[in-house]
C-alpha cells in the first residue's frame, strides 16, 4: 500500500507525478446535489498555481481542472450538480523541464526525500522529485475546493505569518490584505518587509521556512470524537501529510506550555445562544471536539532543498558529490502553502461534519446552535 488516500466518509485518491503528464484527484463520498463546476475549483487552484510572482517558482502552469466524472447537468438538477459518485478531477501538466534535473539523477538532494523514497521503493522519479514534489498538493486543492462546497456555512482562511525568522503583527492582522499581496498575508507592513527580504534570499541562492495559520469559522461545537477520531489529531495528520511540513499546533500550541492552568483555560459565560468563550487559547477544540469557537491551526514549512548553493551529498553508488540543484524552485515554499493549507481543513472537517451526522444525525451540538 502506497497510503495515497486520506479520510473517512470524504475520502480522497490523489495520483500522479510532477514530470507526469498529469496529475489528479478522485473524491468519493461527497454527497448529491451539490453545485460544483470547474469554475468552482479553478478559484483555489488559480491561488496556488506556480509563477504568480518572483517570490515562488517560475514553472508556468496553467493548473486547469477537467471535472471527469460525479457532476451531472439537466434540466432536473437546474446546473451542474454532484451525484454521489466518485468525482474525477485531472490537472494537466504542461510546463516540464526534465533536463533540468539530469545533473542529480544519481544524487541525493541534502534536506529532501529522494534517499528515503530510494530506499524504500528502489526506486525513484528524479525529475523534479515525482510523488514527493510539492505539485502535487494542485491536487488537493481541487478536492478541498469540493470540501468547501460540502461545508455550508463555514469560512476557511489561511495567512502567512512567518517568513525565516520575521512574524507578523497581529496588530496589523487584516483578512482583506491576504489577497493583496504575493505573500497571502494578513499584515501589510510584514508583506512589504518580506519583500525585500525574500529578493535577497532569492539573489543568494538560498531559501527559508514559513509559517501558515489557517482558521475555520462557522464550524458548530460537536464535531470530532474523544480518543482515536479526535478533530485535532485528524487536523494535525492532515497539516503534516503536506510536503515539508515540520511541525503543526493547535491554539496556543507549545505556548500554551508556559502557561499556568489559570491562564491556559477558556473561561465560559452563558449567553443568548447557549455558553460562550472569554478566549481561545484551545483554537476551537476541546478534548478532540469542536467546541463552536474559530479552529486555529498553525503549521511551519521548511526551507525549500532544492537551491543552487552547492552542497556535500552521496550519490546512489555511496560516493561522496557535491550537488547543485538547477531548475525553477520556490525560495519560501511556504507561500503557496498557504491554499493548501485551507483545503486540507477544509477535506477534514467536510469529513467530521459527514461522521458526526452519521453518528448523531445532525450537523451540530445538542439543544442549541451557536451564534
Known amino acids: 500500500m502506497s497510503f495515497n488516500t486520506f479520510g473517512h466518509l470524504f475520502r480522497i485518491t490523489t495520483w500522479g507525478e510532477s514530470h507526469g503528464p498529469a496529475l489528479g484527484v478522485v473524491v468519493d463520498g461527497c454527497p448529491p446535489g451539490i453545485t460544483l463546476t ?10 496556488r498555481k506556480p509563477g504568480q510572482s518572483k517570490f515562488t517558482t517560475q514553472r508556468r502552469e496553467d493548473d486547469a481542472v477537467k471535472i471527469l ?9 437546474g446546473g451542474p450538480r454532484t451525484t454521489g459518485t466518485p468525482i474525477s478531477l485531472m490537472i494537466e501538466n504542461t510546463d516540464q523541464r526534465s ?3 539530469g ?4 544524487k541525493y538532494r541534502p534536506g529532501h526525500a529522494d534517499f528515503t523514497y530510494d530506499q524504500k521503493y528502489g526506486i525513484r522519479d528524479y525529475r523534479g522529485g515525482g510523488r514527493t514534489s510539492a505539485r502535487e498538493t494542485a491536487a488537493r486543492v481541487a478536492a478541498g475546493a469540493v470540501a468547501r ?8 482562511r489561511a495567512s502567512l505569518v512567518q517568513v525565516g525568522p520575521h512574524k507578523i503583527d ?38 527559508v521556512g514559513a509559517v501558515i495559520e489557517v482558521v475555520a469559522e462557522g464550524v458548530p461545537a460537536g464535531w470530532g470524537a474523544p480518543i482515536y477520531g479526535k478533530l485535532s489529531a485528524d487536523l494535525a495528520s492532515a497539516m503534516m501529510s503536506i510536503n515539508a511540513v515540520k511541525a503543526v499546533e493547535i491554539g496556543d500550541g507549545f505556548d500554551a506550555a508556559a502557561l499556568t492552568g ?9 449567553g443568548e445562544g447557549g455558553p460562550h468563550f472569554l478566549s481561545n487559547h ?43 540543484t538547477k531548475g525553477r524552485h520556490d525560495p519560501c515554499v511556504g507561500i503557496r502553502a498557504v491554499p493548501v493549507g485551507e483545503a486540507m481543513m477544509a477535506l477534514v472537517l467536510a469529513d467530521h461534519m459527514l461522521r458526526h451526522r452519521g453518528q448523531t444525525g445532525r450537523n451540530g451540538a445538542v439543544g442549541f446552535e451557536r451564534n
Open 103 to 106: 545533473d542529480i539523477r544519481d
Open 38 to 47: 470547474p469554475e468552482i475549483i479553478q478559484r483555489d487552484l488559480d491561488r
Open 99 to 101: 533536463k533540468d534535473y
Open 149 to 156: 462546497q460540502v461545508l455550508e456555512g463555514v469560512t476557511i
Open 282 to 324: 484551545a483554537g476551537g477544540i476541546l478534548g478532540g471536539i469542536s467546541n463552536g469557537d474559530p479552529i486555529v491551526c498553525r503549521f511551519a514549512v521548511k526551507p525549500t532543498s532544492s537551491i543552487i548553493t552547492p552542497r556535500q551529498t552521496v550519490t546512489t553508488a555511496n560516493e561522496d558529490a557535491d550537488i547543485v
Open 262 to 270: 489559570v491562564e491556559n483555560a477558556d473561561q465560559m459565560r452563558a
Open 69 to 77: 466524472s460525479g457532476v451531472f447537468e439537466d434540466e432536473r438538477t
Open 170 to 207: 497581529y496588530v496589523n492582522f487584516d483578512w482583506s490584505q491576504v489577497d493583496q499581496n504575493p505573500f497571502f498575508c494578513a499584515d501589510a507592513k510584514a508583506a512589504a518587509f518580506w519583500a525585500d527580504y525574500l529578493d535577497g534570499i532569492r539573489r543568494d541562492g538560498n531559501s
